[in-house]
């Protein structure tokens, strides 16, 4: 099993960036996908999750209106566009899949099944 995100980097405030993860080794379409972070001295947080058929998508309320994550399940991959980026979204950002993502579950890490090694998003000017 492998996840693999790429597309982190600099990037100034009020900029885009989208970060992308490979997944591989398990049956991707049928896992629910999330993405977390975790910023130097804080705590790893939920950022935003979507339904393995991707008919659902939930957000924490600090990225509503500047996040949306997506996949593709023909590729394997699944997505997350950042718009608007703040200072206060650098951090390592991490994927992870959840075969029993849920209304109940998406937010909790302890849920994931599989995770990614991570990739560094800088917004800083």
């Known amino acids: 099993v492998q996840l693999v995100e790429s597309g982190g980097g600099l990037v100034q405030p009020g900029g885009s960036l989208r970060v992308s993860c490979a997944a591989s080794?398990?049956?991707?379409?049928?896992?629910?996908m999330g993405w977390f972070r975790q910023a130097p001295g804080k705590e790893r947080e939920f950022v935003a999750a979507?339904?393995?058929?991707?008919?659902?998508?939930y957000y924490t309320d600090s990225v509503k209106g500047r996040f949306t994550i997506s996949r593709d399940n023909a590729k394997n991959t699944v997505f997350l566009q950042m718009n608007s980026l703040k200072p206060e979204d650098t951090a390592v950002y991490y994927c992870?899949?959840?075969?029993?993502?849920?209304?109940?579950?998406?937010?909790?890490?302890?849920?994931?099944?599989?995770w990614g090694q991570g990739t560094q998003v800088t917004v800083s000017s």
């Open positions: 992870a899949a959840d075969r029993l993502l849920n209304r109940g579950s998406y937010y909790l890490g302890y849920t994931y099944d599989y």
């Open positions: 080794g398990f049956a991707f379409s049928s896992y629910g």
């Open positions: 979507i339904t393995w058929g991707g008919g659902t998508t």
